[in-house]
C-alpha cells in the first residue's frame, strides 16, 4: 500500500509565514508617555529598582 504525496507548493518571497503578531494582554501605553524628554526611567517593582533606558537607536533596554 503506497501513498503518493502532493508536491510541496513553495511559498512566494516577502510572504509572511504566520499571521500577525498578537498584542500582549492588559493596558497599553507609550514609551514616550512613560519618558516624557528624558531618556531614562527608574522603575520600582516589589522594593527593587529598575531602570528603564532608550538608545539613539529607538530600541528600549531595561536593567537592574
Known amino acids: ?3 503518493a504525496l502532493a ?3 513553495p511559498l512566494p518571497r ?3 509565514t504566520s ?3 498578537q498584542t500582549p494582554a492588559g493596558n497599553s501605553i507609550s514609551s514616550r508617555s512613560l ?5 531614562t526611567l527608574i522603575i520600582e517593582h516589589q ?3 529598575y531602570t528603564l533606558r532608550a538608545t539613539r537607536n529607538g530600541k528600549l ?3 537592574k
Open 1 to 3: 500500500m503506497s501513498t
Open 7 to 9: 508536491p510541496a507548493i
Open 14 to 16: 516577502n510572504t509572511p
Open 19 to 21: 499571521a500577525a503578531p
Open 35 to 39: 519618558l516624557g524628554h528624558a531618556n
Open 47 to 49: 522594593g527593587m529598582h
Open 61 to 63: 533596554i531595561l536593567t
